[in-house]
């Protein structure tokens, strides 16, 4: 069974600054894909960016981008220009690819507080 | 777009009581998911449904069952209610063999018990 690893249960930013959130999975596939989902206070599930195994181009989108690093089997997202809208509960998630009707699986979370 | 919708949003019940969660996918997509997030926890997965069959299950407790029905909508009934199934709990769906890899998720139903 897949795992997937979030080793900062808490991390802060200043406004307008960088932070990176770390997310390790353990896999014996090939394929498959990772997830990056935000929780606001509203509870809602939020998807800010995927990444396809295969492709070795790091995903982007907007101020927010991810570190793929395959081998290490390492996905961490990166967070630019922060703001205070981007608090959140941040999610890692994996899903296998294939044929199939795959869950999620995912990782404890990192709450993410912006400081003003 | 049409979203996936989950009913009802809060729901609250005391012990011993049962509760029935609905949710309604994204037309065309055949697949639906349930997950169950309690407090300051990640969501975990419940139980899945393809094409109205189960097709994978998770840490669902015995005194839960789902289906999903001809119009793909589907219904998690939830029996003997304990405290610990106060939760927040979601359903996703999807289109199987869809490339993007991605799961839509609702809103959520709050589930209290007390």
């Known amino acids: 069974a897949q795992t997937v690893t979030q080793s900062q249960p808490e991390m802060s930013v200043q406004e307008a600054e960088t932070v990176t959130l770390s997310c390790t999975y353990d896999t014996s596939e090939s394929d498959y894909y990772l997830f990056w989902y935000k929780q606001p206070p509203s509870r809602q599930m939020i998807l800010v960016i995927r990444?396809?195994?295969?492709?070795?181009q790091n995903a982007t989108e907007n101020r927010f981008s991810v570190n793929f690093q395959k081998a290490a089997k390492s996905f961490s997202l990166k967070i630019s220009d922060s703001q205070l809208g981007d608090a959140a509960m941040y999610f890692c998630?994996?899903?296998?690819?294939?044929?199939?009707?795959?869950?999620?699986?995912f990782g404890k979370g990192t709450k993410l507080s912006v400081i003003p | 777009a049409a979203g996936v919708i989950q009913s009802p949003r809060h729901l609250i019940k005391e012990k011993r009581e049962t509760a029935t969660l609905k949710c309604y996918p994204i037309p065309r997509h055949d697949t639906v998911y349930w997950y169950q997030q309690g407090p300051g926890q990640d969501p975990q997965f419940l139980i899945s449904?393809?094409?109205?069959?189960?097709?994978d299950k998770g840490s669902i407790p015995d005194r839960f069952s789902a289906q999903q029905f001809s119009d793909y909508h589907s219904e998690l009934n939830m029996s003997s209610l304990e405290l610990g199934d106060s939760a927040l709990y979601f359903c996703a769906s999807s289109l199987r063999g869809e490339t993007t890899g991605e799961l839509f998720f609702g809103e959520g139903s709050r589930l209290t018990v007390l």
């Open positions: 990444q396809e195994a295969y492709k070795q």
């Open positions: 449904f393809y094409e109205k069959m189960q097709s």
């Open positions: 998630a994996y899903r296998s690819s294939g044929a199939g009707s795959y869950q999620l699986t």
